[in-house]
């Protein structure tokens, strides 16, 4: 998230790092890069999580293919938590009020924040590999359908770990 908020800063006009020396107007501009880090993290998160998606579609259809059509509603399940997942990180409001418009945020919380976003991207990869186990158990019954249940799995931690994300937030901003 560090490297987001660096690209958000980086990109400022002219005016604005001006502007940026009126006093009070460097929080705002603060808040404004936070908040814009923010959304460019969650947009990016959601459409990797998207890319997951398609590629669960496309086993569905493997499936349908190879007539093991017993296994789509299992898969369906995946895809479903995959998919919510990707809406709420893309709908959700951008930061939370009490963090995000403090004019100077703690840094271990904002630390704490940008080390909890940064999960997204271990759930990416985690699930990603256990879709790359969900085409290699292709042709195995019993080794297929552990692979879907440990899928369907993952996908329920990313949306639970997105609940706790709004948690992170909202308890920093109390402090």
Do not use: C, W
């Not at 939370?96 to 999960?119: H, I, M, T």
Request: net charge negative; charged share 30%.
């Amino acid at each position: 998230m560090t490297d987001l908020f660096a690209r958000v800063t980086g990109d400022q006009d002219v005016f604005k790092k001006l502007a940026s020396n009126i006093p009070g107007f460097q929080g705002y501009i603060e808040r404004q890069n936070r908040r814009a880090a923010d959304k460019l993290l969650r947009e990016t998160v959601a459409d990797r999580f998207d890319e997951l998606y398609k590629r669960i579609s496309n086993i569905q259809v493997d499936l349908v293919n190879q007539g093991q059509i017993a296994l789509l509603d299992d898969i369906e399940r995946a895809a479903i938590q995959v998919r919510t997942f990707a809406n709420k990180m893309r709908t959700a409001a951008y930061g939370y009020s009490g963090f995000f418009d403090a004019v100077k945020v703690n840094e271990e919380e904002l630390a704490n924040l940008y080390a909890f976003d940064a999960s997204f991207f271990d759930l990416i990869d985690k699930i990603s590999s256990a879709l790359d186990n969900v085409q290699a158990s292709m042709g195995d019954d019993n080794g297929l359908m552990a692979a879907i249940r440990h899928l369907i799995s993952l996908g329920r931690e990313a949306v639970e770990t997105f609940e706790r994300r709004s948690e992170v937030i909202t308890n920093a901003g109390q402090k």
